[in-house]
């Protein structure tokens, strides 16, 4: 048997890549990977001058990152990114469903309208985009989508996050859902199930002593995620390293859905 050479194995040359939500936070890094492992890459959102900014931080000779402001609650969007990265490369082979919002009120508090928001931008708007890009992977015959989930897709939280668990929850079964339905296609459907990352999101948990030793507390491992942690859960899925994985939520949580 000859060695394998693990270094290749996730390796993304000439491979075509979505990321929404890259204006910050987790989608920023996301993009700065795939573009890393050498995919081009279209990074999405509504701020226009991070976008910009990003694009020309990781584009290099051999990789090209474009980006597309949009508004993703907009129904129109999610056809116009794809359709975007189609004629600027000519294929797409992978997405990563990562924009996504939360509200702080409580259960007896938040308005139907709030919680309405909510669910659109985190399960409503991912499904869009994933048809539009699952339209072009399945006439191609392969693909790779990852949804970017939440541990509160699993469980469900002593805190205000009733709209973000309902939304995340859904992620998760819509993951599982389109991997079966798109299976024969050769398209495949994975999560990534993140527990406290820093952010713009989880400015609060980060800042405030109080949330961060209830997050810690209930962390196994004791202590909230590090940039670059889900880098090695986000080429494995996006790369040959998973072709044998769909519909598995990859849980990156540091043990808080394991108790
Ligand atoms: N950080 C964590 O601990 C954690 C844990 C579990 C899951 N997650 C998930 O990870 C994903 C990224 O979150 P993050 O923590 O990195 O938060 P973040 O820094 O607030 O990033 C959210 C991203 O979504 C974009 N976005 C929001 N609304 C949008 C809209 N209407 N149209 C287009 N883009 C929109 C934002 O860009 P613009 O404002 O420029 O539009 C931003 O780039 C989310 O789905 C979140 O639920 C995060």
Redesign the pocket.
């Known amino acids: 048997m000859s060695p394998i050479d693990s270094t290749n194995t996730f390796r993304l040359d000439g491979r075509v890549a979505i990321v ?10 996301f993009a700065s990977v795939l573009a890393g492992a050498g995919a081009h890459v279209v990074i ?4 226009t001058d ?2 910009k900014t990003l694009a020309e931080q990781l584009s290099s000779e051999h990789v090209v990152v474009s980006p597309i ?6 129904p129109d ?1 999610a056809g116009e990114l794809v359709t975007f990265a189609s004629e600027r490369f000519g294929r797409l082979d992978i997405l990563v ?6 509200s702080e009120s409580a259960a007896l508090d938040i308005s139907v309208e709030e919680f309405r928001r909510v669910v659109e ?2 399960l409503v ?1 991912p499904f869009a985009v994933a048809q539009a890009a699952g339209r072009l992977m399945t006439a191609a015959g392969s693909g790779s989508i990852i949804n ?5 897709g699993s469980v469900g939280a002593r805190a205000a996050l009733s709209a ?1 668990s309902a939304s ?1 929850g859904g992620l998760v079964n819509l993951t599982r859902h389109l991997a079966a339905e798109w299976a024969h296609t050769g398209v495949r459907v994975n999560a ?11 400015e609060k ?1 980060f800042s405030d002593a109080k949330v961060n030793k209830w997050v810690t507390r209930n962390t196994p491992l004791g202590r ?2 590090n940039e670059g942690e889900l880098d090695g859960a986000l080429l494995y899925l996006a790369s040959e390293a998973s072709s044998f994985v769909t519909g598995s939520v990859l849980a990156v ?1 540091g043990g808080w859905t394991a108790v």
Do not use: H
């Not at 469903?97 to 939360?102: Q, R």
């Open positions: 929404t939500g890259a204006s910050s936070g987790l989608g920023q890094r999405t959102a509504r701020r991070r976008l402001a949009l508004d993703l609650s907009d969007s469903n990562n924009a996504g919002t939360s931008m985190n708007s970017i989930a939440s541990q509160f973000y995340k990534i199930a993140p527990g406290y990352f820093p952010s713009e999101m989880t948990v909230t995620g949580d």
